[in-house]
């Protein structure tokens, strides 16, 4: 059985100018795919609503101003999400991943089934709780299992399986007015699969860096006190790290929320776009951008990771100031397509750069702390976007006041260290902080 797992990696599954710089193992290559598919799921899940909001908003009676509200209330999943995978630092990725996947099947079919907003609101905060522990889990395990030379690749290839997921539900929402149920048939088609990777992931194995971290763990007097002596010792070891990650995390999820998360409601109800002529958009926009990240993802592994994050941070903060800032026609198509690239990419960079530079011990935990930071300020401000909103009487001028944020999470990114290219053991002793000299 190891045998077979030593055997090269073929990744067949990408064009081969998409393929990683290095070689792999299959064991890599089979733990990407089994981990790396929450990603697609993610993207899915997220593109539903803002694809399907003006059909839900019309059954579930939801006004305008709260359509970003909304979004906001599904995030509290989030506080519940963090001590969740904070868990992994102490039993393990694995086992996280294997009730998260399937938490996440049952919830996604149930909201199909909502028969009032609140009802729809409280399911897909359950969704989200456990699509959240994924998202956060996914880029610990990338970047434990791939080598140095390629965890820019692999971030970028993370950031194109959010593009396919996206994709996937655009082709779905294609077809909403012919679904039995509209926008309900949206939600039961994406648990299907989530059934599927359930029983698949059953293959998973456990990181070998955390196998070697784990035998530390039996000397902790329980996993509950285990957990929090790692978040004080992190505290301990890493303030000035933690601090500047979070809030690189935090100001990019503020400034572009919102701008992400309503573009395609921005494109039907602002721009006047039918739902199959966003599908349109958003097949080739997708077949673009898919490419563009894993290229995008390569090349941050040549420059480094802080000057291409700054990089696509300022292509998303030009490409969505222009399609909210008044952009028509293919000029707005061609911004919504590089601002979705910009985002999307940034995100899987920024979190790839948490769990790279710390050390295994605390690398999930610094994951969900990163994450809660980002959709904690997404969700403040979503909740704005309702006020700037009933300000202006508009959206695009709303978007363009809480995208100002952007640049400040830019400038603090030189003071993080640079981790392309170097072994995660490197980058965390030299980042250690309370080290003496």
């Known amino acids: 059985m190891n045998n077979a797992l030593d055997r090269p990696a073929r990744f067949r599954w990408l064009p081969p100018g998409l393929r990683p710089p290095v070689p792999m193992q299959f ?47 599904f995030r509290l999943a989030t506080l519940v999400a963090m001590p969740m995978v904070a868990m992994a630092d102490v039993v393990g990725r694995r086992r996280v991943l294997l009730v998260t996947i399937f938490g996440q099947a049952i919830a996604t079919l149930a909201t199909a089934f909502a028969q009032n907003y609140s009802q729809f609101v409280w399911l897909q905060i359950a969704t989200r709780f456990f699509g959240y522990c994924e998202e956060m889990l996914i880029w610990v395990v990338i970047a434990e299992e791939v080598s140095a030379a390629a965890r820019g690749w692999a971030n970028g290839t993370l950031s194109a399986m959010y593009y396919v997921g996206t994709g996937i539900a655009s082709l779905v929402y294609a077809g909403v007015t ?53 978040l004080r010792h992190l505290l301990r070891d890493y ?18 929320a919102p ?70 026609g293919a000029v707005a198509a061609v911004a919504w397509v590089l601002g979705s690239y910009a985002y999307f990419s940034t995100d899987a960079l920024i979190s790839g750069f948490a769990t790279e530079i710390v050390p295994t011990a605390y690398r999930a935990t610094v994951s969900g702390l990163r994450y809660g930071a980002e959709i904690g300020a997404g969700a403040v401000s979503l909740a704005l976007e309702g006020l700037l909103y009933d300000r202006f009487g508009a959206h695009g001028p709303a978007m363009l006041v809480l995208l100002a944020a952007l640049p400040l999470a830019l400038i603090l990114l030189p003071l993080l260290p640079e981790p392309a290219g170097r072994a995660l053991e490197e980058i965390s002793d030299a980042a250690n902080e309370s080290a003496p000299a």
Do not use: C, N
């Open 27 to 73: 064991r890599q290559e089979q733990v990407f795919l089994l981990v790396g598919i929450a990603a697609l799921f993610a993207g899915y899940d997220v593109s539903v609503y803002g694809l399907a909001v003006p059909k839900i908003q019309a059954a579930l009676h939801i006004p305008e101003d709260q359509v970003g509200l909304t979004i906001t209330y």
């Open 178 to 230: 012919i679904l039995p149920g509209g926008w309900r048939a949206i939600y039961v088609v994406g648990s299907i699969p989530l059934f599927f990777v359930a029983f698949l992931r059953r293959r998973l194995p456990e990181t070998a860096r955390f196998e070697v971290r784990e035998s530390e763990l039996h000397r902790l007097t329980s996993r509950a006190s285990g957990g929090l002596d790692l």
């Open 239 to 256: 303030p000035r790290r933690l601090f500047l990650i979070l809030a690189v995390a935090g100001i990019f999820g503020f400034a572009t």
């Open 259 to 328: 701008a992400f998360f309503l573009s395609a409601m921005y494109l039907q109800t602002g721009l006047g776009y039918a739902s199959w002529q966003t599908t349109l958009l958003l097949i080739p926009g997708g077949f673009a951008g898919l490419g563009l990240s894993i290229l995008t993802g390569r090349l941050s592994d040549r420059i480094g990771r802080r000057h291409t994050i700054a990089m696509t941070g300022l292509i998303g903060l030009l490409a969505f100031g222009s399609f909210y800032g008044g952009a028509q």
